[in-house]
């Protein structure tokens, strides 16, 4: 009887667990290769916002498609054909895209504001 109610307790734990952390984002999961749109601000700016749209990024500059070069943890560096260089940009956004399940747009920042869909987005 004790077991089947240990046993119990933990299938209710990880059905809760698992609830919990379904559709979180705020992690963009990028491989060599990809290409994604990404600010073209510059290196100084703080919005580090990618998205899988193209669009505006959340400082209000246009975003440029870029290619995924290496990915490392919490990181990847991109390159575009209007960069010089690869840039370094967060793959753990402290804002996300609040546009629902249904959105593709994945899209990541460090600052708030909208989305590339037009959603506003929510702090994590």
């Given amino acids: 009887m004790k077991r089947a109610l240990i046993i ?3 299938f209710f734990t990880m059905v809760i ?3 919990a952390f379904a559709g979180t984002k705020g992690k963009m999961d990028l491989k060599v290769g990809d290409e994604i749109y990404a600010c073209n601000c510059g290196e100084k700016c703080p919005c ?3 998205s899988r749209n193209p669009g505006n990024c959340t400082c ?3 975003m440029v498609k870029a290619k995924v070069m290496k990915v490392e943890e919490g990181k ?3 390159k575009s054909e209007s960069w010089d260089k690869e840039r370094s940009f967060k ?3 402290k804002y996300t ?3 629902g399940p249904d959105c593709k747009c994945e899209t990541i920042s460090q600052n708030p504001g909208k989305c590339t869909c037009g959603a506003e987005m929510k702090k994590l």
């Fill in 8 to 10: 119990t307790a933990v």
């Fill in 97 to 99: 895209c609040d546009c």
């Fill in 91 to 93: 793959t753990v956004g």
């Fill in 48 to 50: 580090n916002t990618m």
């Fill in 76 to 78: 990847a560096s991109l």
């Fill in 60 to 62: 209000g500059s246009p």
């Fill in 17 to 19: 667990v698992a609830f």
